[in-house]
């Protein structure tokens, strides 16, 4: 994917997060932190809540943290298929590629739904298949075998059907092979 394509697919996927956002966010997984330490450096009003299965990704993501100068950001270790907090605890759920690698896919969904508030918004990205072919082919064939991606896949389709289902309003936007979503839950 171009540079351009990188910058659009985030666009899109952070598009639930106001700019002046001050409320509270969870976002799921974190990973190293790449993409959104750089977000929550913008937002010091922000109470944030990251959460990774991988101790060592998140590692990574507290160092850039802290070597960023951020403070509003909290890190647990934990399983996004059990989610350590309460029902409605959260203003918005931010999942930036991580549905594709969760291996209880549906767990996720339920999870991120439930601890989300009334009227919240869940939004991030991840791989769908029926997009691209050779993403579809390298995916199947390369990272699906390291373990890094785990099936089965949505289709811009059937993502558009779940979170349909699951929320009261849902968009979603595919740019080549991601599938970006906005959701907002009734209430
Ligand atoms: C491709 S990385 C994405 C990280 C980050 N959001 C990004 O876009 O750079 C996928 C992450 O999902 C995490 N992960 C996999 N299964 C998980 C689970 N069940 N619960 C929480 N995190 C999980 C992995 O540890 C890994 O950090």
């Given amino acids: 994917m171009d540079g351009e394509k990188n910058v659009r697919y ?3 996927a952070l598009s639930g997060v106001p700019e002046d956002f001050s409320g509270k966010l969870l ?12 977000v929550y450096r913008d937002l010091p009003d922000a109470d944030i809540t990251c959460l990774d299965y991988s101790e060592d ?6 160092e850039r943290a802290g070597r960023m100068g951020i ?35 549906e767990a996720a969904y339920q999870e991120t739904w439930r601890v989300l508030k009334k009227g919240g918004t869940f939004c991030g ?5 029926g997009q691209c072919a050779r993403t579809d ?5 390369m990272y699906q075998k390291l373990g890094y991606f785990t099936p ?5 389709g059937s993502l558009k059907k779940r979170l349909g289902e699951l929320y009261a309003e849902a968009e979603v936007t595919a740019v080549e092979g991601i599938g ?8």
């Avoid at 890190?75 to 309460?86: E, I, K, M, N, R």
């Avoid at 082919?137 to 064939?141: A, D, F, K, L, V």
Wanted: charged share 25%; with cysteine; proline share 6%.
């Fill in 71 to 105: 403070r509003n950001v909290s890190f647990l270790q934990g399983d996004v298929g059990a989610l350590p907090f309460a029902d409605e605890s959260f203003d918005v759920v931010l999942s930036l590629n991580g549905f594709h690698a969760f291996p209880d896919k």
């Fill in 10 to 12: 985030l666009e899109k």
């Fill in 57 to 62: 990704m998140m590692r990574k993501a507290k």
């Fill in 152 to 156: 089965p896949y949505e289709t811009a």
């Fill in 27 to 38: 976002e799921v997984p974190v990973g190293t932190g790449v993409l959104t330490m750089p």
């Fill in 137 to 141: 082919w390298i995916i199947r064939n």
């Fill in 125 to 129: 990205c991840f791989y769908i298949r």
């Fill in 180 to 187: 970006c979503f906005r959701c907002r839950k009734a209430g």
